[in-house]
Nanobody, 120 residues
């Protein structure tokens, strides 16, 4: 069982930056692939970034967002730069055993989400 807790969301002006954190319980977190997803009001949850054997990003965030992990701290980060109003959403991290990443919502464990609001 893995429990995930996101933090780092908030209100930021367009062009600003935020770093989200996803802290996980469990001693074998380094054996999990972790993804970030987001969901805006009235929209479906969408893939943002993932890390495992490799990393992958949604086209809409490539060059602006960076996913990384610190296995010693059981934490995955999402550095978000050059934020745009359309990045406004609740951001969720998710984990699955095995380091092959997927870009769908086929993850076993989910956090509660953290709100990111980008003002214009």
């Amino acid at each position: 069982q893995v429990q995930l807790v996101e933090s780092g969301g908030g209100l930021v002006q367009a062009g600003g930056s935020l770093r989200l954190s996803c802290a996980a319980s469990g001693r074998t977190f380094n054996e999990y692939a972790v993804g970030w997803f987001r969901q805006a009001p009235g929209k479906e949850r969408e893939f943002v970034a993932a890390i495992g054997f490799n990393t992958d990003y949604a086209d809409s965030v490539k060059g602006r967002f960076t996913i990384s992990r610190d296995n010693a701290k059981n934490t995955v980060y999402l550095q978000m730069n050059s934020l745009k109003p359309e990045d406004t959403a609740v951001y969720y991290c998710a984990a699955k055993f095995g380091r092959t990443i997927v870009v769908t919502t086929r993850y076993n464990y989910w956090g509660q989400g953290t709100q990111v609001t980008v003002s214009s």
